[in-house]
């Protein structure tokens, strides 16, 4: 026959289930009121594999960590003597981890007791460190790239433009030809650079996020797309919302998007774009429509990936990179990207991000 568990048993089993360290403190104060230690009164299970510290009920932090930082006291401290409670991330020294706390005052505000909950985070913080170091070693790789590779590019394009033109004379129809594949490589290997450059500048740039006009930044990138390079696709704006982001980065975004749409519809006899929104839930939905070349749906997840293309360079130019940073900037932005198409029959790029 079942017995029913009491309110201390079944607060126990509670207290030892939970994946998250928990303990209750006592927290110690000097004659001037200045916490000084703390005395463990309960630690579940957790605790014990979080922090490494075994028979702790009874005993205070100092016996097991006589150099435990003062900050750890003066924050339990405080939440002690105020009752405001406080989250936080700390390291601990002397245990040589990583926390993710949420602490608050426990029971009689006379008895300076506080209930800690908490999470071992080293792994993650070791992992931060390492994408630090990373991130300085492609800064690093990205400077070399601009500087040391773009460098000869320039000469060899340079001297390749002075043979065609001051010996032109000297040169037979195969010669001129092969500096003019010369001067072509060159020029496309520098754009590639760029297009790294880009892909990796954007990805780490911090975001500024504020009230962004979508209607008049695509208004602004159509405008400038057509001072570029001037076209004849008809390019429909309908009304976009105001959403919170990076304007330099969604700029990014809708450049991209819009000079994609105009150069693959570019071979039909009437191009048409067609910009659009819409709200789906928590989101809206920004689409970027046109009727040109498409593309086979069976790829679909390979268009976001870096220098993945799924038409030749003889057909449309590019350098397959566009996608990936558009794909990094929105999520960054905490959305999602994605695309449908079919061949011949024009494709519609899209994207969402948080209302």
């Not at 979508?214 to 390019?235: C, D, F, N, Q, S």
């Not at 991209?256 to 819409?278: C, D, F, G, H, T």
């Not at 057909?315 to 900037?329: D, N, P």
């Amino acid at each position: 026959m079942d017995v029913a568990l009491d309110s201390t048993e079944k607060y126990r089993i509670l207290f030892d289930s939970i994946d998250e360290g928990f303990c209750i403190i006592e927290m110690l104060f000097d004659e001037r009121q200045k916490p000084v230690d703390y005395r463990f009164l309960e630690v579940n299970k957790s605790f014990e594999m979080q922090t490494g510290l075994y028979n702790a009920v009874g005993k205070r932090m100092r016996e097991f960590a006589p150099d435990h930082e003062e900050h750890w006291f003066e924050i339990y401290g405080n939440i002690a003597l105020t009752g405001k409670s406080t989250r936080f991330e700390n390291r601990a020294e002397q245990l040589h981890r990583w926390y993710d706390v949420y602490a608050f005052r426990f029971g009689d505000p006379q008895n300076m007791q506080v209930a800690i909950l908490f999470n071992d985070i080293t792994q993650r913080k070791r992992a931060e460190e390492l994408l630090k170091i990373a991130n300085k070693e492609l800064e690093a790789f990205s400077y070399s790239v601009s500087h040391d590779l773009k460098t000869p590019l320039r000469i060899m394009t340079s001297l390749a433009k002075i043979l065609n033109k001051d010996h032109q004379t000297g040169l037979n129809e195969e010669g001129k030809h092969l500096l003019q594949t010369i001067e072509h490589s060159a020029e496309k290997m520098s754009r590639l650079i760029d297009a790294l450059l880009s892909f990796s500048i954007l990805g780490k740039k911090e975001m500024q996020k504020a009230p962004v006009d979508m209607y008049k930044l695509t208004e602004e990138v159509v405008g400038e797309l057509y001072k570029i390079a001037p076209h004849t696709a008809r390019i429909i704006i309908h009304p976009l919302p105001v959403v919170k982001g990076d304007y330099e980065l969604l700029y990014h975004v809708m450049y991209n998007l819009i000079s994609n749409a105009i150069k693959y519809s570019s071979k039909v006899p009437y191009p048409r774009i067609e910009i659009a929104s819409e709200d789906i839930g928590t989101m809206v939905k920004i689409s970027i429509k046109d009727n040109g070349a498409g593309f086979d749906a069976r790829f679909v997840h390979k268009l976001f990936d870096a220098f993945q293309r799924l038409h030749s360079q003889e057909e449309f130019e590019g350098s397959g990179v566009g996608l990936a940073i558009v794909e990094r900037i929105i999520t960054r932005h905490e959305g999602k990207v994605g695309a449908e198409g079919k061949i011949n029959e024009g494709a519609t790029f899209y994207f969402s991000i948080p209302k």
